[in-house]
């Protein structure tokens, strides 16, 4: 993928545009547990929990992880409609769910 447009600030971009220039397998996600994001970056990972709750209203799909009596807020960034169409879709809370987070 190429991604062109006008930065503004640090994390804004204007009138971007994506174009596809070849298709490959997505990397295999790093495996990790929820507590030890807080100690550490990375684009893409995989965590496994329950879904608590879930809400888009603010341009991106927010969703509240619990495992092992730790919970973890994540907020997968795009348009919550190309991700899911309604958060009734979301698995409940006593259904467990495996999330990859980029």
Not at 66 to 77: E, F, I, R
Request: charged residues 20%; aromatic residues 2%; proline residues 7%.
């Amino acid at each position: 993928m190429e991604i062109t447009g006008k930065a503004r600030g640090t994390n804004v971009l204007e009138n971007p545009k994506l174009t596809i220039v070849g298709q490959t397998a997505l990397p295999a996600a790093l495996p990790l547990e929820l507590w030890t994001l807080v100690a550490l970056t990375a684009e893409w990972v995989e965590v496994r929990g329950r879904v608590l709750s879930g809400e888009s209203s603010r341009g991106r799909l927010a969703l509240l992880l619990n495992d092992k009596g730790k919970n973890c807020l994540v907020y997968l960034l795009g348009a919550p409609a190309t991700m899911i169409s309604t958060v009734a879709e979301l698995p409940r809370a006593n259904a467990p769910a495996s999330t990859p987070v980029a």
